[in-house]
């Protein structure tokens, strides 16, 4: 079983930074981020492969997050930066167990997920 905790999120002004955190517990193969806006589908932002550590994005946040982990601490991160009104949302870690050759970008890619933490950027 694998348990996932976001931690960080908050407000923030445009152009502003935040980090968000993941606590995980439990063995996964690859990790990533989704946020949800209001009235909106659950998107991908980031993904990050546990061993190896290859990344991918969306392309509405190159350049301007990325995504790490630790391993020895069992924590995923995602770097925010030059943060913009369309990036509030509620972000979610997601884990997926099982192999994957290449990273997946769609939600149902990921069994399990963390409750989700607020980022509101504001103009």
């Known amino acids: 079983q694998v348990q996932l905790v976001e931690s960080g999120g908050g407000l923030v002004q445009v152009g502003g930074s935040l980090r968000l955190s993941c606590a995980i517990s439990?063995?996964?193969?690859?990790v990533g981020w989704f946020r949800q806006g209001a009235g909106k589908e659950r998107e991908f932002v980031a993904a990050i492969k546990i061993i190896g550590g290859r990344t991918a994005y969306a392309d509405s946040v190159k350049g301007r997050f990325t995504i790490s982990r630790d391993n020895a601490k069992d924590t995923l991160y995602l770097q925010m930066n030059s943060l913009k009104p369309e990036d509030t949302a509620v972000y979610y870690c997601a884990a997926r167990t099982y192999y994957t050759n290449v990273l997946r970008t769609t939600s149902t890619d990921y069994n399990f997920w963390g409750q989700g933490t607020q980022v509101t950027v504001s103009s």
């Open positions: 439990g063995r996964t193969l690859s």
